[in-house]
């Protein structure tokens, strides 16, 4: 299957360049040829738990336990703490690998606050037995005790008076340059803030989440690949080599063709020889470019100790494209069950 459809859709990249791919009929046939060809089995994925290595914080590289072999993750440095400007050197920086690391962007009380208004709001629909909003899925999983809890949140901030007001923080306005143009938090579009809550627990439905770019999703509106940047809120510490977001520095500028091509959305989930990781502090800040290749590593430990909580809002420039309880579920989320 997986042969047949990128054969299937090379007429349409055969004469593609920036600006002259059919999108409209490249969503089409990339929307029939999932929709018949994919199945359950396509997206399982087998990972081997293995012991933890000790972790060494004066080292800059690490090892991560995978079921071939054991590569080496570089860790992305660490700038200083976000404020009213960006240096130049974190401008070329970011112009180069596409991702930055802001430390203690919230304080531990902060942190605490949202993480209380996080667990309100997820109890909450989880008792009105929410599952769509503004036309995107929730996802759901269970927590420890086997109760159903909410692992993807989306318009979190339009439905919690403190997720909203953080996002009114003065300080992202200082990332909106490396978007340019028109550029804004996109709390009411694409899907607004998303809260991801991964653990590694028998009834949890999510713990990872193979390679893919958010820039996908342009195509499949039928539009140009704009630029997207992705800020993330780490709301738990998570050390590098215990899972957690993976990324493939530099890939935000690569051509249309390894966009589509260099990896298998969400099926491939392995180590890649040039990926990077984050090492977390709660309260911490990261960003990365949406057409950057990234992915989620399973945690190697189970239960409490692998639970890992991040929100991520967009900045986006171009046309304001809000959606509403009256939008439709976009084509790319009817695979979201599969994503576990």
């Known amino acids: 299957m997986r042969k047949c459809l990128i054969i299937s859709l090379m007429p349409s990249l055969a ?46 590289t690490f090892t991560v336990p995978h079921i071939h072999e054991v590569p ?48 309100e709001l997820g109890k909450r629909w989880s008792t009105e037995g929410r599952s769509v909003v503004n036309g995107t899925p929730l996802k759901y999983g269970k927590d420890l005790n086997g109760n159903p809890m909410v692992q993807r949140f989306c ?19 200082t990332l909106l340059e490396l978007v340019g143009g028109n550029a804004r938090l996109g709390t009411h579009e694409k899907d607004g803030l998303v809260i991801n ?35 993330g809120i780490h709301l738990d510490d998570q050390d590098p080599r215990n899972g957690g977001l993976r990324l493939l520095p530099g890939t935000h500028r690569q051509g249309l063709r390894s966009m589509l091509f260099r990896k298998r959305y969400f099926l491939d989930n392995d180590p890649d020889p040039n990926e990077v990781a984050f090492d977390i502090k709660a309260g911490d800040l990261t960003i990365h470019d949406g057409r950057l290749w990234h992915r989620v590593q399973r945690s190697s430990l189970v239960g409490e100790s692998s639970r890992r909580r991040v929100m991520y809002i967009p900045i986006v420039n171009g046309a304001y494209q809000p959606r509403s309880e009256q939008s439709r579920t976009p084509f790319y989320h009817r695979f979201q069950h599969l994503v576990k």
């Open 15 to 60: 004469n593609a360049g920036s600006g002259d791919l059919q999108l409209p009929r490249f969503r089409c046939q990339v929307e029939d040829l999932l929709a018949e060809s994919l199945s359950d089995e396509d997206f399982s994925t087998t990972v081997q738990i293995e012991d933890r290595p000790k972790i060494d914080r004066s080292r800059t």
């Open 72 to 119: 080496m993750v570089r860790v992305v440095d660490i700038s200083s703490t976000l404020g009213e400007s960006l240096s130049e050197e974190q401008r070329e920086s970011f112009t180069r690998n596409g991702c930055l690391h802001f430390s203690r962007f919230l304080d531990p009380h902060a942190v605490t606050t949202i993480l209380e208004a996080v667990n």
């Open 155 to 173: 318009f979190a901030s339009q439905h919690h008076p403190v997720l909203a007001e953080l996002l009114c923080d003065p300080r992202f306005s």
């Open 197 to 231: 809550h991964y653990v590694n627990t028998e009834g949890s439905k999510f713990t990872q989440m193979g390679w893919h770019t958010d820039a996908l999703r342009d195509l499949f509106y039928g539009r140009g690949i704009r630029p997207m940047l992705n800020v």
